[in-house]
Nanobody, 124 residues
């Protein structure tokens, strides 16, 4: 069964950091780009960034550039989202997704497999 499981969410103060993990099982992640998305209450799901299957290419949404970093370890079938300098507006459920992409893009429809999400709350 193909599955993605996120972990690492929680409550953090503004300016703090969190690292989310996304463990892939049931298929080989090496052939898939991994995207990170988030959805805040009352808002549409938005892409924050994605990483190519090899890890050699990355793209980020303008709203998170310089604060969020995506990486992956294909030997562990795991991708990561390092979040620094967090702001209250970063509060959302964060999802990872896997897709076979010719070019990196943050359109949710391009990703075939999704995790259940992990809550990130930034508040003092």
């Amino acid at each position: 069964q193909s599955q993605l499981v996120e972990s690492g969410g929680g409550l953090v103060q503004p300016g703090g950091s969190l690292r989310l993990s996304c463990v892939v099982s049931g298929f080989t992640a090496d052939y898939y780009a991994i995207g990170w998305f988030r959805q805040a209450p009352g808002k549409e799901r938005e892409g924050v960034g994605c990483i190519s299957s090899s890890g050699g290419s990355l793209t980020y949404a303008d709203s998170v550039k310089g604060r969020l970093t995506i990486s992956r370890d294909n030997a562990k079938n795991t991708a990561y989202l390092q979040m620094n300098s967090l702001k209250p507006e970063d509060t959302a459920i964060y999802y990872c997704a896997a897709g076979k992409l010719l070019n990196l893009a943050l359109h949710p429809s391009l990703y075939a497999y999704w995790g259940q999400g992990t809550q990130v709350t930034v508040s003092s």
